[in-house]
């Protein structure tokens, strides 16, 4: 079983849709979900366990058109999923540091999209 985190902007599509018919490109859109994707795996990466460091070094943001993603694990570490949710028959405790960074981030993270959506439409409408 998955345990999912996040946290979903309420209305964003309708932003979009309305952004697309002002002639904005959604793939411009990309620039400002990879930001705040950056900024999300920072403060997960800072908030993540540390032996060796490995862990806190693998946290990534992805960029998408629509959504920013911080993903943590890989086969060079497949640990991340235990250490994040725990394990309880290897007596692993969650340390939920994935969940605690979505909590950090969600004050900002809408402040963040509108400034980067601002900075789009001037930088269309205005050259």
Excluded at 3 to 10: L, M
Excluded at 76 to 102: C, H
Aim: no cysteine.
């Amino acid at each position: 079983m998955v345990n999912r985190s996040g946290f979903r902007v309420e209305g964003l599509r309708d932003v979009v849709r309305g952004l697309q018919q002002m002639g904005l490109d959604v793939d411009d859109l990309k620039d400002a979900f990879a930001k705040l994707a950056a900024k999300g795996s920072e403060v997960a990466s800072q908030l993540a366990p540390r032996r060796s460091g490995r862990l806190a070094g693998d946290v990534r943001g992805n960029r998408a058109k629509s959504k920013a993603v911080i993903t943590a694990g890989r086969a060079t570490v497949p640990y991340a999923g235990p250490i994040n949710y725990g394990w309880p028959k290897r007596g692993i405790e969650p340390s939920l540091f994935m969940q605690r960074a979505d909590e950090q981030m969600q004050p900002t993270a809408v402040q963040l999209l509108e400034d980067e959506i601002n900075t789009k439409i001037q930088e269309k409408h205005f050259r």
